[in-house]
T-cell receptor, first 113, second 112 residues
Framework: AQSVTQLGSHVSVSEGALVLLRCNYS??????LFWYVQYPNQGLQLLLK??????LVKGINGFEAEFKKSETSFHLTKPSAHMSDAAEYFC???????????FGAGTILRVKS | AAGVIQSPRHLIKEKRETATLKCYPI?????VYWYQQGPGQDPQFLIS???????DKGSIPDRFSAQQFSDYHSELNMSSLELGDSALYFC???????????FGPGTRLTVL
């Protein structure tokens, strides 16, 4: 069965600092990988996704992630944090087209001024 | 652009009551997914439908049932509600085999 591990349930960074949210997956074959953001009392918004092709994926709001098959990782980064980035971030995997998403436990990002 | 619509947005029920949650997918989307997110937890897949047929089933209690109608909207029916059913219920939709799922704002169910 697929699983997703997000290291760090809470991450705190200063405004303008690098954001790094870690995600590792367990799968015998490369899955489809996603990062979602959830603001308080709101739904899930897709930040970016990896399907095939280029392993460095750029998403919305300046976020990007790199698929590293050898490390089974899909870490999310942003060069400079903004206060508006404070939210909860979920990494998710899907094994097939049209298949369900399996989510990690989430990482709450706090941005300090 | 049209998004996924869920109704109601908030629902309060007593134990042992029933609840019906509705989901209206993005126009032309034919696949609907339901997820449950408990307090402080990650979303857990419940069930999905493709072209009005159940396509996958996750950890959905037997007390819950769901269906997708001819207009592609879906309803999640929950009976004999328990305190532990209190959660945020998300619906997501996608177009056929396209893997990107678009999430609705969720229905927050509180069972007292």
């Amino acid at each position: 069965a697929q699983s997703v591990t997000q290291l760090g349930s809470h991450v705190s960074v200063s405004e303008g600092a690098l954001v790094l949210l870690r995600c590792n997956y367990s799968s015998s074959v490369p899955p489809y990988l996603f990062w979602y953001v959830q603001y308080p009392n709101q739904g899930l918004q897709l930040l970016l996704k990896y399907t095939t092709g280029a392993t460095l994926v750029k998403g919305i709001n300046g976020f990007e992630a790199e698929f590293k098959k050898s490390e089974t990782s899909f870490h999310l980064t942003k060069p400079s944090a903004h206060m508006s980035d404070a939210a909860e971030y979920f990494c998710a995997v899907s094994m097939e087209y049209g298949n369900k998403l399996v989510f990690g436990a989430g990482t709450i990002l706090r941005v300090k001024s | 652009a049209a998004g996924v619509i869920q109704s109601p947005r908030h629902l309060i029920k007593e134990k042992r009551e029933t609840a019906t949650l509705k989901c209206y997918p993005i126009p032309r989307h034919d696949t609907v997914y339901w997820y449950q997110q408990g307090p402080g937890q990650d979303p857990q897949f419940l069930i999905s439908f493709y072209e009005k047929m159940q396509s996958d089933k996750g950890s959905i209690p037997d007390r819950f049932s769901a269906q997708q109608f001819s207009d592609y909207h879906s309803e999640l029916n929950m009976s004999s509600l328990e305190l532990g059913d209190s959660a945020l219920y998300f619906c997501a939709s996608s177009l056929g085999s396209f893997i990107e799922q678009f999430f609705g704002p969720g229905t927050r169910l509180t069972v007292l």
